[in-house]
């Protein structure tokens, strides 16, 4: 499968975005999504994690009553709605798949696609 992540942008603090992946294949369906973010010398980190029929979903403590992770599976999209954001929220937002297993790990997606910049200014 094949991601294309969009919708990142600069936004103040207290603002919102919402960023979408498209992904590529008929098998959308069949695999767990999340979404990951990467700042400036730090290791990627897990920000939401649904699964295959988005029946589950699961949020880093971080982002926990701002961010909603959802996906439209006859649109092969997932999305990533962030409400009131932060400075600290800034980073590369990655969007991935998982045919391994449901769940926040990094080491549980195989595929990913290339990062949206999201900035917020204090």
């Known amino acids: 499968v094949q991601l294309q992540a969009s919708g990142g942008g600069l936004v103040q603090a207290g603002g919102s975005l919402r960023l979408s992946c498209a992904a590529s294949?008929?098998?959308?369906?069949?695999?767990?999504m999340g979404w990951f973010r990467q700042a400036p010398g730090k290791e990627r980190e897990s920000v939401a994690a649904?699964?295959?029929?988005?029946?589950?979903?699961d949020y880093e403590d971080s982002v926990k009553g701002r961010f909603t992770i959802s996906r439209d599976n006859a649109k092969n999209t997932v999305y990533l709605q962030m409400n009131s954001l932060k400075p600290e929220d800034t980073a590369v937002y990655y969007c991935?798949?998982?045919?391994?297993?449901?769940?926040?790990?990094?080491?549980?997606?195989?595929?990913w696609g290339q990062g949206t910049q999201v900035t917020v200014s204090s």
């Open positions: 649904i699964s295959m029929r988005g029946g589950s979903t």
């Open positions: 991935a798949a998982s045919s391994r297993g449901y769940g926040l790990g990094v080491k549980l997606y195989d595929y």
């Open positions: 294949g008929r098998t959308f369906n069949s695999y767990n």
